[in-house]
C-alpha cells in the first residue's frame, strides 16, 4: 500500500510557476512508474505527464509539453512537477499517482493522492 500526499498548489498569475510535490509512504516509490494528471471544474480527468521507475523515461500531454517539467527522487520518495508559463487553462486540481505495471501515459494507476489545487488567474 502506498500512500501519496500532494503539496505545492496555490493561487498564482498567468505566466507564472509553481512546483508540486507528491510525497509517498508505505512502500518506496522506486517500485512504480509515477504520474501526474488533473481535473478543471466540470471536467473528465485527464493525463499531465508521466515518469518510469528511474526517471529516464518521461511523458507529456501536448498542452504542457515544454512549460511542464515532471521529475522523481526515489531516495525521498518524492515526485514533482514543475509547471512555468502557467495559463489559466492550467487551473485544476492536480492529483499524483503510482502505477505497478507502468506503460507511460496509458497506465492503470494503483494509487492516487487525494488532490492539490492551482488556480492560475488572469
Known amino acids: 500500500q502506498v500512500q501519496l500526499v500532494e503539496s505545492g498548489g496555490g493561487l498564482v498569475q498567468a505566466g507564472g510557476s509553481l512546483r508540486l510535490s507528491c510525497a509517498a509512504s508505505?512502500?518506496?516509490?522506486?517500485?512504480?512508474?509515477m504520474g501526474w494528471s488533473r481535473q478543471a471544474p466540470g471536467k473528465d480527468r485527464e493525463f499531465v505527464a508521466a515518469i518510469d521507475r528511474s526517471g529516464a523515461i518521461t511523458d507529456y500531454a501536448h498542452s504542457v509539453k515544454g512549460r511542464f517539467t515532471i521529475s522523481r527522487d526515489n531516495a525521498k520518495d518524492t515526485l514533482y512537477l514543475q509547471m512555468n508559463s502557467l495559463k489559466t487553462e492550467d487551473t485544476a486540481v492536480y492529483y499524483c499517482?503510482?502505477?505497478?505495471?507502468?506503460?507511460?501515459?496509458?497506465?492503470?494507476?494503483?494509487?492516487w493522492g487525494q488532490g492539490t489545487q492551482v488556480t492560475v488567474s488572469s
Open positions: 499517482a503510482a502505477a505497478r505495471n507502468w506503460v507511460g501515459r496509458n497506465s492503470r494507476y494503483d494509487y
Open positions: 508505505g512502500r518506496t516509490i522506486s517500485s512504480y512508474g
